[in-house]
């Protein structure tokens, strides 16, 4: 028992000294906070449905220390989302620019929904037109009442 107690004593002070803190990403806070900020509006080239900031490829670890030397080199973080833009287009971006070759990717959806929209109330309007029941002149009137009529019911 005392040897159990003596193993379980040294793994827990092995693991504990093995399992520090975690290093810092960057030196500077506040490169790393502007990182942050930036990468989160950045999709992940090759996840496509995760941001920069959330994506563990290599490819987004490369783009996000590239934006750290950017960050580094003193450009703002316009030039940064320009760089990555016209190296990458606009592709890269959660929200990109709303201009003529992005118009269908912006208002596509509403044209899609207005068109189904219009296309469900011409179906309804012409269901509603071909559900009234026909008018019967005298002699059809009165064949199916005398058809009425004839039918015994079963007892």
């Known amino acids: 028992m005392k040897y159990l107690l003596a193993l379980v ?3 827990q002070l092995s693991v504990s000294s ?3 803190e975690a290093p810092a ?10 990182l942050i900020v930036i990468s989160e509006e950045l999709r992940c080239l090759v996840c496509q ?4 900031a959330g994506s563990r490829a290599d490819l987004a670890m ?5 934006i750290r030397t950017l960050i580094k080199d003193g450009k703002s973080d316009s030039e940064i989302r320009d760089y ?3 190296r990458y287009g606009d592709f ?12 269908m990717l912006w208002f596509g959806p509403f044209l899609l929904l207005i068109g189904a929209l219009f296309g469900l109330v011409r179906m309804v309007r012409r269901s509603a037109a071909n559900t009234q029941t ?3 002149d005298a002699a059809q009137r009165a064949k199916a009442q005398s058809l009425l009529q004839d039918t015994e019911l079963p007892s």
Do not use: C, F
């Open 25 to 34: 990403l960057a030196e500077d806070p506040v490169i790393e906070q502007r």
């Open 134 to 136: 026909p008018s019967l």
């Open 18 to 20: 093995v399992a520090g």
């Open 92 to 103: 890269v971006l959660y929200r990109p620019v709303v201009k003529p070759l992005t118009w």
């Open 62 to 66: 490369d783009l996000r220390r590239e």
């Open 9 to 11: 004593m040294a793994l």
């Open 49 to 52: 449905n995760e941001s920069l």
């Open 84 to 86: 990555l833009v016209s």
